[in-house]
């Protein structure tokens, strides 16, 4: 009984700490006039995948390593078909073309850049796919190549405004909220993990099952809370750049540090799922590119919806 309340109080303690730590690191970057597309981009977007981040890094050191994987493949396919599904339901999700033709693109790079470094027997006939650490390094290298176009950008918009919705706060008192943040994820990262690799043992399933499905909705819960107000609020940019950002994030930063870390063994069966990562994304860029307005509409939205309803139903039947 005590592993189900730590694995719920995980997910409680998880969210809560990453929205302390975006709260925090924005007021901070608002404070140095940062636009609020890239806060978007990059702090929230970091933010938010930081349950990720450190439920991989508590997964990897563990062995569990079809968690982490899993949780990186089913928070992307989440962020996309279930929190942009959402968001576009609430408002149609207009953006700016340089989201179509530059960030969206790169998401769905990083996840073929994820299959091709990942299938090294398929590729190259190697006995065991692993995603190595010196995959982990390219895919940082990426990241990087990610990050100088960002800072690009802040150059190029206007700071952030006070619709951004950012709260603003003293410096000491933001710095209190990353700390206290960043103790939170790593403790609820801890609980989900282990309250994961339970549950999977009691019910006969793979860690794979649980990581896809009950981990990857858990930890994309700040996403779809950030993007959902957003979209309510007609901040288009953050709902947008939230998700792609962080999508950018759990493979170039997320998975990449877990195998710089320890290398990840990669089941061939989760090549599905990438599939699956690399046809949101596509969809994504074709509904956005197809619109002379680079607009997700509400049927659009619902169609990701019915997606994602459909992808979960086949997991648990193959589960």
Partial sequence: MLMYILFVAGFIILIKGADLLVDGASSIAARFNIPSLVIGLTIVAF??????????????????????????????????????????????????????????????????ALWVLANDALLDGAGNNFISRGDGLILLGFFSIFMVYVFEISLRHKPADDESGIKKMNLFRSVVYILLGLTGLVFGGKWIVDGAVHIAGLLGVSESLIGLTVVAVGTSLPELATSAVAAFRRNVDIAIGNVVGSNIFNVFFVLATSATIKPLPFNAGSNFDIYVVILSSALLFLFMFAGKRHRLERWQGIMFLVLYIGYTAMLVVKG
């Fill in 47 to 112: 933010g938010t995948s930081a349950p990720e981040l450190f439920v991989n890094l508590m997964a990897s050191f563990n062995g569990n390593t079809d968690i982490a994987i899993g949780n990186v493949l089913g928070s992307n396919i989440a962020n996309v078909l279930l929190i942009l599904g959402v968001a576009a339901v609430i408002y149609p999700l207009s953006v700016q073309s340089s989201t179509v033709w530059k960030e969206i693109p790169f998401s769905l790079l990083a996840a073929i």
